[in-house]
């Protein structure tokens, strides 16, 4: 089992689960998205890896919490489809195969379209531009990032691209499918991605191309510079995944 964390405090500061009433309810509530989030990470990190096992029991000694939101965390997880529980076991890091990447940007294409019709289509509130421009220089850094070839910032980084882009729509249930299908692709993409020595000039680097044609309410353009994410993501992972 890898170190995965050495334990955290509570909102107000404090260490373990005890308490009574509301505060006890919010308390183990953050803990349960702490724990969550970390085990997102380290999973979108290949400290997790697919097939990996462990118990609610091992989680919740690493981080020295009770086992309670550790489980509600694991359910959570597998409500999102990263991890997978096995009877009487615990739990194990989910393993995607090559269909379920393409299954997932599929699902993607179809997310973006609409979010880029409701971009695009609906009017502006003053407030728009100011929120491209924002999202814009989340797309700088993700595509230094991906020029560097450094994964673990620019998986960062494009997860908060996506999420701020998509919260421009105004549709939180839009926003939040998309952020499960990218960090489920992501999952699926690491382990193979994390088998290369040098990953620099190789990832997908248009963030920025994306929200110049949104922000010139290009939907066509937009739909273009998806398209050909698209197809670099799938000859990327599938040639990785073919050898």
Not at 76 to 100: I, K, M, N, P, T
Not at 105 to 117: G, M, N, P
Not at 154 to 182: C, Q, S
Request: proline fraction near 2%; glycine fraction near 12%; charged fraction near 20%.
């Amino acid at each position: 089992m890898p170190g995965i964390g050495t334990g955290f405090g509570h909102a107000d500061g404090t260490k373990g689960s005890g308490g009574t009433g509301t505060n006890a309810a919010v308390t183990r509530s953050t803990l349960r998205q702490q724990i969550a989030d970390a085990l997102r990470d380290e999973v979108l990190a290949g400290r997790l890896q697919p097939g990996q096992e462990f118990t609610v029991k091992e989680i919740a000694e690493q981080y020295g919490v009770s086992a309670t939101p550790v489980r509600e965390a694991l359910v959570d997880l597998s409500a999102q489809g990263l991890l997978d529980a096995v009877q009487h076991r615990g739990f194990q890091v989910h393993e995607y195969s090559l269909a379920d990447f393409r299954g997932m940007v599929e699902a993607r294409s179809l997310v973006t379209d609409a979010l880029f019709q409701g971009i695009t289509a609906a009017a502006w509130s003053p407030g728009v531009q100011t929120a491209l421009a924002a999202v814009r220089r989340r797309g700088e850094e993700a595509e230094r990032a991906a020029l560097a070839g450094d994964l673990n910032v620019l998986i960062g980084y494009d997860l908060r691209f996506w999420r701020e882009l998509g919260a421009i729509f105004g549709n939180p249930y839009l926003t939040d499918f998309l952020h499960r299908l990218r960090v489920q692709s992501w999952s699926c993409a690491v382990p193979l991605l994390r088998g290369e020595r040098d990953l620099a000039g190789r990832l997908w680097a248009a963030h920025t191309e994306l929200v110049d044609a949104l922000s010139a309410r290009d939907r066509t353009g937009s739909q273009a510079v998806v398209a050909a994410y698209n197809t670099h993501a799938l000859e990327l992972i599938e040639g990785l995944a073919t050898g």
